[in-house]
């Protein structure tokens, strides 16, 4: 039977970088439905925004925002077309370009963008661009500097859950298990629930030649729901608890 790890790879669009002195209503009201993951009204309210200032940078980055959890990519590209030309020192329009770019699966330009929005960013730096760079770098199979933009993401926050997953999975990768199991312990402190990182502990462990460790971490995973953690009990456990 083939053993694999699983992990969600989610790209964090919501988060904001940027502070702005003043909105219009639209603007504001367009925030609150955006939040809520109200999106067509969002989208409604910022358009009506910038329709009477195209300028208006926060609806931009609403706008930009809503498109991208709607996976509205060509809207979401014309948004971010015009708020680069007006703004192009602002590096959260880079790091929005950079997202697009990892849902088109266009890694290398997402972590050109996400280069642009570091080197933008002085010494106030947005989580997520260390975040999403990492996320790029993995599925290009970079794991080595996705350790890094994960390790430097928990730089910022050290109770970062998303960081610690997916370091936890790159140091899995590059076998580096003693450090991968570190990271999951570190997630399953943050949300005893959690059962794909019990399962993934456990492949860890297993890998690593730890059978006695991996299989109480499968019952663990299994109990919560996760079918693979069911069926490497059956392959690998013979019953052991």
Do not use: W
Request: proline share 2%; glycine share 4%.
């Amino acid at each position: 039977m083939k053993q694999i790890i699983c992990i969600v790879l989610s790209l964090v669009i919501l988060s904001s970088s940027s502070a702005f002195a003043q909105t219009s209503s639209a603007t504001s009201n367009g925030m609150q439905k955006l939040e809520v993951r109200e999106l067509p009204e969002a989208i409604k309210l910022f358009e009506q925004a910038l329709k009477q200032n195209s300028k208006d940078e926060a609806a931009l980055s609403g706008i930009i925002r809503a498109h991208l959890l709607s996976e509205n990519l060509r809207d979401a590209q014309k948004y971010i077309d015009n708020a680069l030309k007006e703004f192009p020192s602002n590096p959260e329009f880079h790091m929005r370009r950079g997202i697009l770019n990892n849902m088109r699966g266009q890694y290398r330009r997402a972590i050109e963008d996400f280069n642009n929005a570091l080197g933008l960013s002085g010494e106030s730096v947005d989580i997520q661009i260390y975040i999403n760079r990492g996320v790029a770098h993995m599925q290009d199979e970079n794991y080595g500097d996705a350790i890094a933009d994960f390790t430097d993401a928990l730089k910022i926050n050290p109770r970062h859950a998303s960081s610690l997953n997916y370091r936890a999975f790159a140091n899995y990768q590059m076998q580096n298990f003693a450090e991968s199991i570190s990271d999951y312990n570190k997630v399953i402190d943050l949300n005893p629930d959690n059962a794909m990182a019990y399962y993934n502990r456990g492949m860890a462990h297993l890998r690593a030649g730890n059978k006695a460790q991996a299989c109480p971490d499968f019952h663990q995973a299994c109990s919560r729901g996760n079918v693979n953690a069911c069926r490497m009990i059956v392959t690998e456990c013979s019953g052991a608890r």
